[in-house]
């Protein structure tokens, strides 16, 4: 019986560092892109397809470090690590350029940005006259570009209301106070209000206007949260980790019953997510807190 083709199989692990624990990747990178007996799925990929997966684990990778799980950790970032790697091999096909092209400018550019480290400017000691360097090299680097142009399109809309405040913040366009921050709120919630007298109305304009509205109220709720010192993002991430939590202990206390959510009536819901409140309150979460850069 003829011997059924394989790839290299990559060496046994555990690696004995970074560098071998690499190699290791690669060579399994290799047989799984094999012409021959390589994977149909790992075949066809292109620096396109692999996006949406590429997004999907930085997602995976952000929940396993927010709740602190080990294993977790070492699991995502690993999925991580060989997408970046894979994708190297895409680039390398599409673009002529691969993942040690990725390492060389990544190391480039933070020697660039940090010359009080690698440099001969003198040690930084504060955040603020860090960050005014950093965006003054950025800003030497690229002398075209506007003040909102390195904020990327992708990011998720919180974010990126933060990213973009943020950014015009630095350029002198900013809220002067929480106050006016918070007065702004209200002036939105107030014309939010008369937009939501027709909510049910089907026509594309009043339509239009509701959704900018809403559009203005989120917006001026992140500014908040953002002189606060919070990230709304990581606030309603927060939310939701308690609504999942609460909901969860919810639909436990009515299994025990042998009842589903739909089966037990607004009113009894309402109780049992009261008492999912008392029996969580306790339990603590990462901080909303940190800066969006």
């Known amino acids: 019986m003829d011997q059924k083709p394989s790839a290299p199989m990559p060496p046994a692990g555990p690696s004995k560092d970074a560098k071998s624990a690499l190699e290791r990747l690669e060579v399994m990178i290799d047989g799984l892109l094999d012409p021959v007996v390589g994977c149909p799925w790992d075949k066809k990929q292109t620096t396109k397809t692999i996006t949406e997966d590429?997004?999907?684990?930085?997602?995976?990778?952000?929940?396993?470090?927010?709740?602190?799980?080990?294993?977790?950790?070492?699991?995502?970032?690993?999925d991580l690590a060989f997408l970046l790697a894979f994708l190297g091999r895409l680039t390398k096909k599409s673009f002529d350029f691969e993942l040690k092209d990725f390492f060389d400018a990544?190391?480039?550019?933070?020697?660039?940005?940090?010359?009080?480290?690698?440099?001969?400017?003198?040690?930084?000691?504060?955040?603020?006259t860090f960050w005014k360097k950093w965006h003054q090299l950025k800003r030497q680097a690229k002398p075209q570009s506007g003040v909102l142009d390195s904020v990327p399109v992708g990011?998720?809309?919180?974010?990126?209301?933060?990213?973009?405040?943020?950014?015009?913040?630095?350029?002198?366009?900013?809220?002067q106070s929480i106050k006016e921050v918070r007065d702004t709120l209200d002036s939105e919630l107030i014309e939010l209000d008369s937009e939501v007298l027709c909510w049910a109305s089907d026509d594309p304009l009043v339509r239009e206007r509701q959704?900018?509205?809403?559009?203005?109220?989120?917006?001026?709720?992140?500014?908040?949260?953002?002189?606060?010192?919070?990230?709304?993002?990581?606030?309603?991430?927060?939310?939701?980790?308690?609504?999942?939590?609460r909901f969860k202990h919810m639909e436990e206390s009515l299994r025990l019953e042998g009842l589903r959510p739909e089966e037990a009536g607004m009113e009894k819901l309402e109780k049992l997510w009261s008492q999912a409140k008392k029996a969580l309150a306790n339990e603590t979460e990462p901080s909303p807190d940190g800066e969006e850069e």
């Open 106 to 128: 990544a190391t480039d550019k933070m020697v660039s940005r940090h010359p009080h480290v690698f440099g001969e400017d003198q040690p930084i000691g504060d955040m603020e």
């Open 155 to 175: 990011l998720p809309a919180l974010t990126r209301c933060h990213r973009l405040a943020q950014k015009a913040g630095r350029s002198g366009f900013d809220f």
């Open 211 to 245: 959704a900018h509205e809403i559009g203005d109220v989120l917006a001026s709720v992140v500014n908040l949260a953002r002189l606060m010192g919070f990230s709304a993002e990581k606030c309603l991430d927060a939310y939701n980790r308690r609504f999942v939590k």
């Open 54 to 78: 590429l997004l999907e684990e930085v997602y995976e990778l952000r929940q396993a470090l927010n709740e602190d799980k080990a294993a977790d950790i070492v699991e995502e970032a690993g």
